[in-house]
């Protein structure tokens, strides 16, 4: 699959397969997610991989859920996320890094819909 039809293809998912998903495949995106372009090249993020039932259950509490749409849209517990990458920034090297963890999370998301896996960011 090239590029192109990758991005044709991604989607934003907010119910999830009821399937594992393998943390080294994740840490190969935050690797491969740090070649990303950073402004100023300050290189601010730092990345914190939820992977595991019980994380990712605290994690999903925290999360707002399409909060745009009204009604109920919060998926079921067999729906959830079965992993997060949450992408924190270093204040003191940056005071906006909104740029950085666009840039960042459009190369995750391109890398996960390659390996089949969707997001949601």
Known sequence: MNIYELQKQRR??????????????????????????????MQPLRYYIA?????????????????????AHSPSFDERPRAYILFLYDKNLSSAPRWDIGAASHAIQLMAQYEGLGTCW
Request: one cysteine or more; a positive charge; charged letters at 25%.
């Open 51 to 71: 992977c595991g039932d019980s994380i990712t259950d605290l994690t999903f509490h925290h999360v707002r859920w399409a909060g745009y749409l009204k009604g």
């Open 12 to 41: 934003s998912i907010r119910k999830f397969a009821d399937k594992s998903v393998d943390c080294e495949l994740l840490k190969k995106f935050v690797s491969y997610s740090r070649l990303s372009a950073s402004a100023m090249n």
